[in-house]
């Protein structure tokens, strides 16, 4: 196909229903159970899958994930929709799990990490203490804008606007209009602002 994608597939299924699918070049695989790519959907160039140990990936139809996109799952699963468009240089740690919608829209350079470190043992380096994950879930038909970080526990309802360089944790109410750091919610979407 081409020869410059690099697979590396150590102990991993990666299941692509092929009709349409389009691969650009540097992708790396790496390890995972479970990898699966909708059809017609487009995987830029230098994007990078890494799934080892018990994580799984699966992508649907019609997505864009686009030049520089990582996304990482050692142990959660990353879900993404049909229609979703994962613009450059995006970031996804998925270990306590990340399910994005259909129909959405994240802008580049937007980092989306579905996990935490432990902090308070004081006898022990912060990276001896392992780590805590809830989860971040996304609903159908949301746009994040520009470098938006999204932390582990959010919930950001069907229809929201994130503006750009925003910090969501917690729940964003569906159709809302967020911004900040932390977002916050400043009008619903329909409504006229003041």
């Known amino acids: 196909m081409f020869p410059q994608i690099r697979l590396f ?10 009709r349409g699918l389009r691969i650009g070049t540097g992708l790396v695989i790496k390890g995972g159970k479970w990898m699966r790519s909708g059809p017609r959907s487009v995987i830029g160039n230098h994007v990078e899958f890494h799934a080892n140990g018990k994580g799984t990936l699966n992508i649907g139809s019609d997505a864009r994930v686009l030049t520089g996109v990582v996304i990482r799952c050692f142990k959660g699963k990353v879900e993404i929709g049909d229609h979703v468009s994962l613009n450059p240089y995006c970031v996804i740690y998925g270990d306590g799990g990340v399910t994005i919608g259909n129909e959405v829209r994240i802008a580049t350079h937007t980092v989306i990490v579905a996990q935490n470190h432990n902090i308070d043992d004081l006898s022990q380096p912060i990276r001896m203490q392992g780590n805590r994950a809830r989860g971040i879930r996304i609903g159908n038909d949301v746009w994040i804008g520009a470098n938006v970080t999204v932390l582990d526990g959010a919930d950001i309802g069907d229809g929201c606007v ?8 917690g729940t964003i109410p569906p159709f809302s209009i967020a911004v900040g ?6 009008r619903k979407r329909g409504e006229k602002p003041q």
């Open 9 to 18: 597939l150590s102990a991993t299924r990666f299941a692509m229903r092929q």
């Open 162 to 169: 994130i503006g750009a360089g925003s910090v969501v944790r």
């Open 181 to 186: 750091t932390p977002a916050r919610v400043i």
